[in-house]
Structure formats: C-alpha cells, structure tokens
C-alpha cells in the first residue's frame, strides 16, 4: 500500500505530544489499544501513563515482556515494578512473555510477536493503535508495526506511533549480541536470487554507543557491500555526540569498513523524519544511478535510538528494503547513573494512517519541518 503521506507526515514533539494526547485521545468516541513494552526500562511507563490519563476505561493494553536466558535479578524487579504498574494503569491489560531466543539459541522474536498480535483479540470498536516503541527492542517492533500498520490501513482506522526517547539513557543502558545476524521478520527485502545484474548493496549502519561488537557482527553477516553509510545523530541534544560515535568507532570505520567521510550520513536525534526524508531520498538516488547497472540493495541497521529507529522503520516499508539485526543476550543497567537520573525524556508521536488522511489529503497535511538535505551518502555516477 502506499504511503505518499508520510512526505507530509503528521507529527508532534515533546510538549506538543500533551496537547495532541489531550485533544486527540481525550474525545470519547476514541476507543484505543496501546502495544508496548513491559520490560526494566524505567521509560515504558511513559507513554501509557499519559494515555491512561486521557482515556481511562477506553483505553486496553497489550504489553510485551522479553524474555531472554537468565537476566540480572535488579532488572527482573525492575520489569516486575513496571508491569504491576501497567496493570494499575491500564485495567484489564494482556502482558504477553515473548522469548527472544529458542532452545537452539537462534532468534524467534519475530516468529513470537506476530502469533501474539494475530492471536489477540482488538475490540471491534477499536478506532485507534498506538504502537509505543521506547522500550521495545528491534525484532520485536518492527515486525509489530509492519502487521498493526496492516491491520489498521485494512480496517480504516488510524495507527500511531510513539517514542520517549533519552539518549543519555540509551548510552547507560550495555548489551551483549548474539552470534547470529539476521535479517529482521517481515524486513528481508526483495528477493534478488534471479536478479538478471549483478547485486550492488550498500549498508546503512546506525553507530550507538557501545554497540561495536553488534555491528561487527551484523557486517560479517553482509556480502560484497559496495559502501557503507554510517548513520550518526546529528544535530542532537549533545552537539558532540556525533564527533564521539565517529572517534568510537574510528578503528571500524577507517581500517574495516574503510567509510568515506562524505558518505557518513547524518539524521536528527529528535525527528524520525529527518531519517526517513534522508534514507528515501537515498534509496531512490541510488536506484537511480545504477539503473540498467546494478541491481541495488539497501541494508539497514538501526540498532540505538528508537526515534531514528522509527525513520528507518517508515523507509523500509516504504521502499521494501532489509533490515538486518543482531539480537541481545543480556542488558546491564544502573538506573543510579548521574546521566540517567537528570536527563528529561524527549517525545516524539507519528501518525502514519487512519482517517485524517482521507479528510486533509496529502496535499493539506501540514509539514512539521522543511524537506531533510540531501544525504551525504555518495553514490556512482
């Protein structure tokens, strides 16, 4: 299905996401079911308190718990707390375990979320989802936006994503990656095994803090890039914090990867739509360039903030492309980081269907931003 109007796509930013929540959900034909996480993150209350808020009884909650081997006891209470405090928040919720990993270690968190969502039963009189991806890890949001997105353009009603963001919190948040990249359930791309010319790819990995050792994996997983594109924040809430990543990951970048510095491309920390407006804009140059050429294959790796995340997760859909992804093992987390306790969240609401489109239009939906610049990516000529 097309989606032209995620050009003009409507979207709210921090103290804008309380005005639109109040207007919006706090009108009652709005009947609304909330996908989020249940998890240690002290942000996955977020979201749902301010829904709860608004909606009380009209609001029903489908929580996701991920449930990887043995974690440590403090984040076990942490999601616990957590989730008695959906529970209070939304009455009558479903807080659904989702194993990450099977019992041969592969990965199986795609394969468990759409069986979780197809098996739920949405009231009828649904007229909203909100998918909340704050907390939720790759292979689990992104095949559940791809089916709630389909549910919700097949019924008419409208689909919302939400994020609150924290960098910094990111950054205080440490993984450990799996053995085995993958691309993402519902992100294969398109089928390119009887492509007629040869296969160009490009690899667009986004650089996170600590997460080296995940896309070293994820890039031995990849044949034959013919270039990588390094996505970094910029600008962001720390005006350093791309010169940061690109030091990190300088080894990697120089000596691996061999990155050009023109091709590193840079997104907004705070708007997924820079991030979508930027890799479309390069999915459709670089279709472009080598047309009658190459057949070409963007890869993503969006593996830090869930709000650039949500731009690459609009892209891949819109242009049918892979999204390749290393799971987690196990996190580590100090909730009593200086970093952690003083940095404010940050919000960030899309609407990507429903109504609204129909009534605007494309055409009369209201920018929230100028178009992105051209990426920096360089393509062949």
């Not at 069986?115 to 909203?128: G, K, L, V, Y």
Request: proline share 7%; with cysteine.
């Amino acid at each position: 299905m097309a989606h032209d109007h995620w050009e003009n796509c409507i979207a709210h930013f921090d103290t804008q996401v309380d005005v639109f929540a109040e207007e919006y959900f706090g009108r009652t034909e709005v009947i609304c079911l909330l996908v989020a996480a249940a998890g240690f993150d002290p942000r996955s209350i977020g979201i749902a308190t301010l829904l709860a808020g608004h909606l009380g009884d009209r609001l029903s909650g489908l929580f996701v718990r991920e449930e990887r081997g043995t974690p440590d006891a403090g984040l076990v209470t942490a999601a616990d707390q957590n989730a008695d405090r959906l529970r209070e928040l939304v009455r009558g919720c479903e807080i659904a375990s989702v194993d990450i990993f099977g019992n041969d270690n592969a990965p199986v968190a795609g394969v468990r979320i759409a069986s979780i969502i197809r098996d739920f039963n949405i009231p009828d009189e649904t007229t909203d989802i909100v998918l909340d991806m704050t907390a939720l890890s790759i292979g689990v949001a992104f095949p559940a936006a791809r089916l709630l997105l389909d549910y919700c353009e097949d019924r008419g009603i409208a689909f919302h994503i939400m994020v609150a963001s924290n960098p910094e919190l990111d950054d205080a948040i440490t993984s450990e990656p799996g053995d085995r990249p993958m691309a993402v359930r519902g992100f294969a791309g398109i089928d390119l095994s009887d492509a007629a010319l040869e296969i160009s790819r490009i690899w667009v990995p986004q650089l996170a803090k600590g997460r080296s050792a995940a896309l070293t994996e994820i890039r031995r997983s990849i044949r034959d890039t013919y270039k990588i594109c390094p996505v970094v924040p910029f600008p962001a809430r720390d005006p350093r914090r791309a010169d940061a990543l690109i030091t990190e990951y300088g080894t990697q970048l120089i000596d691996e990867w061999q990155v050009d510095p023109r091709d590193i491309v840079y997104v907004s920390e705070s708007n997924p739509l820079d991030c979508y407006r930027t890799l479309s804009t390069l999915t459709k140059r670089y279709a472009d360039a080598v047309d009658q050429i190459f057949v070409p294959s963007i890869i993503l790796s969006p593996v830090g903030s869930r709000v650039m995340a949500a731009g690459a997760l609009m892209a891949a859909i819109e242009h049918n492309l892979t999204v390749q992804y290393i799971e987690t093992v196990r996190y580590d987390f100090d909730p009593a980081k200086p970093a952690v306790a003083t940095a404010p969240d940050m919000r960030v609401h899309l609407l990507l269907s429903g109504p609204a489109y129909r009534e605007l239009g494309a055409a009369s939906a209201t920018p929230v931003q100028p178009d992105a610049p051209e990426p920096v990516c360089d393509v062949p000529s």
